[in-house]
């Protein structure tokens, strides 16, 4: 059993819809611990600002977890489910610290609850005088973060307090392998544990605990190595320690099925050792020897050297001057020896030759990144750079997915079509076009199939449960293209953005390729359309009801008829200069006129969010070929566009949402003005220098506001967020990139 924590309502934000939801997605999930993450396309991790790992996934960034650790969320009962088919209805709680935080640390960061503290991967040091270790998640320290350089995925965490450390952390480019460097002063003996789990089952589902009861078999010490190594084995069975005790290569002959091996260890022979139970929350033999974090409160570790079953291991190392460095290398691998191998052969090339690959790595990275010449200011230049960065470590190496966060809690570990689209924008811009390739070989593939299948939530909306999937696409997916968190029959939105998304990469593909791309991309896009067309009731000259963008009920708003607007024009764009298909072109263009007249007739009433859905505004702007320069019907949009930006801006909001997107809408709007390019820079200089997280420059996906402090909530680094920063700094300077990405517009009706 989890242990009791009050989780307290959060009061109402009336003014924003996303914030309340988002708050509520942390309620159901847990919060993000973390304020940076790293990856190489393979293994991700995340790091919290006090320099603890709070998850670790591999062999992709959808799955597996192999470390135990979750934070605090609320269990909903069949009237809390009830009452998510109404987002107003349902109460977010807030599963963070706030001004009863035990230190400012916490306070200023909000540092999630945690039903088990002991839970995690971290550092621990011996004051002397000092009759017990202190860990990095006690509330005693005071953090401070940056990156090696400009262009680096190196993380360097300060932490003062009993005493000082300076933890510096990366992902090797090539290799599985974390690297953490631990500077220490003023402490006797550093310790470090980790409750390791690792698994070969995926976390998945909108509603699924985060704490899976099979995560994890066993771990052993190699004494030869001084290596500990947990594992999962594909077929699970136990061994005593033999004669001699363990070492990887003879873990391979016990196992040879393979599963998941994680070896860490030091880079010198540790002082001691412990494997022992992980008793947070677990069932555990009276008789089983002390976890690491427990059986290190004596300042000593025991030395036990396996343990089958949930486990929490440690080891130390004795500082004889008070002062020293520790590095811990955390390696993971199908087998015993390939995860042992990578650490040996760290030990054996140094931290220094290590982190001049990885600096040169990124570096290329950051070289190669497009930033308009015209921005001077370095910390918007900052900013916009590390959102790049970022987003490429969110792209999964072996399928070209691109995940929405490398975070677990909230699930945002997937591949939404919506969002990604937006990042195939931005990795273009950047100069990354090889990347949109791969992403766009993934969707490709995705696309749904079949021509009748049943929808669950079609029912609980009292509505013909049987739809024709074929054509659409799902609103998220994990990175081996199945199915990810959401239970939506598809999102219209996602498959219209989907569409247009690969339409407008075609500009970038070389000429010697077009050809080849053009008739992949043209399947896809020709099912697409036909779907579509499916929710175009030409009759009533208005979208039938569809699931947008995580609602829980079908509507029809301009969120879904501007994205379906873009994709049907695209379509016909594609079917004329690429196919010479001119009748379906045609059909495509006379329900994008019908569509497009309904919409600006609805400009012409009362505006109001009903009418434009959650993001409906925006695409009204960009890529939605609806409003062209000079056209009174953008007036209300603008109007509201940027009351909105002006009141977040100037902190008259208690918390706020996705404040980069409504700058990039501005910024492309047909009839932006001087006055308008001055608040879209007030607003780059508001998130640059007060939004955004101190020292490395990421968001969360909503950001709350406590005194004249912004927390940034749900997801961190939110891979969103980040490239719509960059991209308005793009579109502020450049506009015309975008201009020629916007489909033609459709003929008058």
Not at 137 to 165: F, K, M
């Amino acid at each position: 059993m989890q242990r009791r924590i009050e989780l307290k309502p959060i009061p109402p934000v009336p003014e924003d819809p996303l914030l309340q939801a988002n708050l509520l997605s942390e309620t159901i999930s847990g919060g993000t611990n973390a304020i940076a993450a790293l990856s190489n396309g393979r293994l991700s991790v995340s790091i919290s600002p006090w320099a603890e790992v709070t998850h670790l996934r591999w062999p992709s960034l959808s799955f597996c977890d192999h470390l135990r650790y979750f934070t605090a969320y609320k269990v909903f009962g069949l009237m809390d489910l009830v009452s998510l088919l109404n987002e107003q209805a349902a109460r977010p709680y807030d599963v963070r610290w706030g001004e009863e935080a035990p230190s400012e640390d916490w306070k200023l960061y909000g540092r999630p609850l945690e039903p088990y503290p002991e839970l995690g991967s971290r550092a621990g040091l011996l004051i002397p005088k000092a009759d017990k270790p202190v860990w990095l998640n006690d509330p005693v320290w005071t953090s401070q973060r940056h990156y090696a350089s400009e262009d680096s995925a190196i993380l360097i965490t300060n932490l003062s307090g009993p005493a000082s450390l300076e933890v510096t952390d990366w992902v090797d480019p090539e290799w599985d392998l974390l690297i953490r460097v631990h500077r220490v002063e003023g402490a006797s003996r550093f310790f470090y544990h980790a409750t390791f789990a690792p698994s070969l089952r995926p976390i998945k589902g909108l509603f699924i605990s985060p704490d899976p009861k099979d995560a994890g078999f066993a771990a052993v010490y190699c004494p030869a190595d001084g290596l500990i190594i947990h594992f999962c084995p594909r077929r699970r069975r136990w061994m005593p320690i033999p004669e001699g005790g363990w070492t990887p290569e003879r873990l391979d002959g016990f196992y040879p099925e393979g599963g998941v091996f994680l070896a860490w260890g030091f880079d010198s022979m540790p002082s001691s050792f412990q494997v022992g139970a992980d008793r947070a929350g677990r069932k555990v033999p009276q008789s089983a020897p002390l976890g690491g974090r427990l059986d290190a409160e004596d300042g000593l570790l025991q030395g036990n050297q396996a343990f089958c079953g949930p486990v929490d291991s440690a080891l130390s190392l004795d500082l004889p001057e008070l002062r020293g460095t520790v590095t811990v290398f955390i390696a993971l691998g199908s087998t015993a020896t390939e995860a042992a191998n990578l650490v040996r052969r760290a030990r054996e090339i140094g931290i220094e030759a290590l982190a001049r690959k990885a600096e040169q790595a990124w570096e290329k990275v950051g070289q190669r990144t497009f930033i308009p010449p015209a921005e001077k200011d370095k910390a918007i230049l900052r900013v916009a750079k590390r959102s790049v960065i970022s987003l490429i470590m969110g792209q999964d190496e072996s399928s070209g997915a691109v995940v929405a966060s490398l975070s677990r809690q909230p699930p945002y570990h997937f591949d939404f079509p919506r969002d990604s689209a937006f990042f195939d924008v931005g990795l273009d811009a950047a100069g990354f076009p090889e990347r949109v390739d791969r992403h766009a070989d993934f969707l490709m593939k995705v696309q749904m199939k079949g021509k009748i299948a049943f929808g669950w939530m079609w029912l609980v909306n009292l509505r013909w449960p049987f739809y024709r999937p074929e054509g659409h696409f799902k609103a998220n997916y994990s990175t081996d293209g199945s199915p990810g968190s959401m239970p939506h029959p598809f999102e219209i939105d996602s498959t219209g953005l989907t569409l247009w998304n690969l339409w407008r990469h075609e500009a970038f593909i070389p000429e010697e390729r077009k050809e080849s791309y053009r008739r992949k991309a043209w399947e896809v896009i020709e099912k697409g359309a036909e779907a579509l067309m499916d929710y175009v009731d030409r009759r009533a000259g208005w979208l039938r009801p569809a699931f947008e963008d995580d609602s829980s009920r079908p509507s029809a708003t301009f969120h879904g008829a501007s994205s379906t607007l873009t994709a049907l024009m695209a379509a016909a764009d594609a079917a004329r200069r690429w196919v010479g298909e001119d009748g379906k072109a045609e059909r495509w263009e006379e329900a994008a006129s019908v569509l497009r007249k309904s919409m600006l007739k609805k400009l012409e009433g009362k505006v109001t969010r009903e009418i434009l859905g959650w993001r409906g505004l925006h695409w009204a702007f960009w890529p939605a070929p609806l409003l062209k320069p000079g056209d009174p019907h953008s007036q209300p949009l603008l109007e509201i566009l940027v009351r909105e930006i002006t009141e977040k801006v100037e902190g008259k909001r208690r918390g706020f949402s996705y404040l980069a997107e409504q700058l990039f809408s501005l910024a492309l709007a047909p009839d932006r003005t001087p006055e308008h390019e001055a608040l879209i820079r007030k607003g780059l200089e508001f998130l640059a220098y007060k939004v955004a997280t101190p020292g490395t420059g990421h968001f969360g996906e909503i950001m709350l506001k406590r005194g004249e402090l912004y927390q940034n909530r749900t997801a961190i680094p939110h891979l969103w967020n980040g490239i719509l920063f960059y991209l308005t700094l793009v579109a502020l300077h450049q506009p015309e990139i975008f201009h020629r990405q916007r489909p033609p517009y459709p003929p008058e009706a």
